[in-house]
T-cell receptor, first 112, second 113 residues
Framework: QQQVKQSPQSLIVQKGGISIINCAYE??????FPWYQQFPGKGPALLIA?????SEKKEGRFTISFNKSAKQFSLHIMDSQPGDSATYFC???????????FGQGTRLTINP | EAGVAQSPRYKIIEKRQSVAFWCNPI?????LYWYQQILGQGPKLLIQ????????DSQLPKDRFSAERLKGVDSTLKIQPAKLEDSAVYLC???????????FGSGTRLTVV
């Protein structure tokens, strides 16, 4: 059962451009939505997260936009840099479950 | 703060053989997770421990996979017998609480031939 659907599967962006990755969820009980970044040979690392009581959260060049009615959220990377090249996973969790359900991942490549 | 330690980093075995993976979580993290990450896919939860008790093992193929967490610290995940489709990276993670994020280990890449 795929509870979090992520798109696109891969994305190529020019240096300085905006990278946008989208996720949609099914379970309305989810109330915590993080994004993880994974470099080759490493485990995923928490990048930024949001709760549904806000529509946007920004940390540096990374922004999460959240649309509760559409059950969608997205990651925006402004001024994308080659060092941002990695695989990005969205995830979701519900209170009390203490576990994350991950999307399928997006392989992001930033061309110099 | 030391990260989540996993070993071995790589393992190649033949189908029907057995294999075990080890995980040492961050000190003080009560919750420990084992995830399976097949190439090109997102991590899938296999089992979740709270201290040394199992919270969720609903997606663990119990006919071949087993896991334990002794004394609420280290954990081992075992596969016996392995199948070709078990080829994946096995990630261990720990957390204080999910909203503070998981800390993942670097994983064990298993290849079953």
């Amino acid at each position: 059962q795929q509870q979090v659907k992520q798109s696109p599967q891969s994305l190529i962006v020019q240096k300085g451009g905006i990278s946008i990755i989208n996720c949609a969820y099914e379970n309305t009980a989810f109330d915590y939505f993080p994004w993880y970044q994974q470099f080759p040979g490493k485990g995923p690392a928490l990048l930024i997260a949001i709760r549904p009581d806000v529509s946007e959260k920004k940390e540096g060049r990374f922004t999460i936009s959240f649309n509760k009615s559409a059950k969608q959220f997205s990651l925006h990377i402004m001024d994308s840099q080659p060092g941002d090249s990695a695989t990005y996973f969205c995830a979701a969790s519900r209170s009390g479950a203490q576990k994350l359900v991950f999307g399928q991942g997006t392989r992001l490549t930033i061309n110099p | 703060e030391a990260g989540v330690a996993q070993s071995p980093r790589y393992k190649i075995i033949e189908k029907r053989q057995s294999v075990a993976f080890w995980c040492n979580p961050i000190s003080g993290h009560a919750t420990l997770y084992w995830y399976q990450q097949i190439l090109g896919q997102g991590p899938k939860l296999l089992i979740q421990f709270q201290n040394n008790g199992v919270v969720d093992d609903s997606q663990l193929p119990k006919d071949r996979f087993s896991a334990e967490r002794l004394k609420g610290v280290d954990s081992t995940l075992k596969i016996q017998p392995a199948k070709l489709e078990d080829s994946a990276v096995y990630l261990c993670a720990s957390s204080l609480t999910v909203v503070y994020g998981y800390t993942f280990g670097s994983g064990t890449r298993l290849t079953v031939v």
